[in-house]
């Protein structure tokens, strides 16, 4: 059971990590030659900024059942 929180709780953060990078990529640019419909950095710190209360949830989320799996499994092993 131990493992199995172990593995949960890093699938959490990892969603957590990969939310935040999608908002601060924005997506694939529409013409990917074109510098113009690029955005601007106020635009990607604006977005990430946005995101972080949802960040810290899936991290600290993912954290606390990482840590919680990881309590069960020394219990059991003694």
Request: net charge positive; charged share 20%; proline share 5%.
């Amino acid at each position: 059971m131990g493992r199995i929180l172990v593995v949960v709780g890093i699938l959490i953060m990892l969603v957590g990590v990969l939310r935040m990078n999608s908002r601060a990529l924005g997506g694939p640019p529409a013409h990917p030659g074109d510098f113009g419909s690029r955005r601007t950095d106020r635009q990607v710190r604006t977005e990430v900024h946005r995101g972080l209360p949802e960040f810290l949830a899936f991290v600290g989320t993912g954290f606390c059942v990482l840590l919680a799996g990881a309590y069960i499994g020394r219990n059991r092993e003694e």
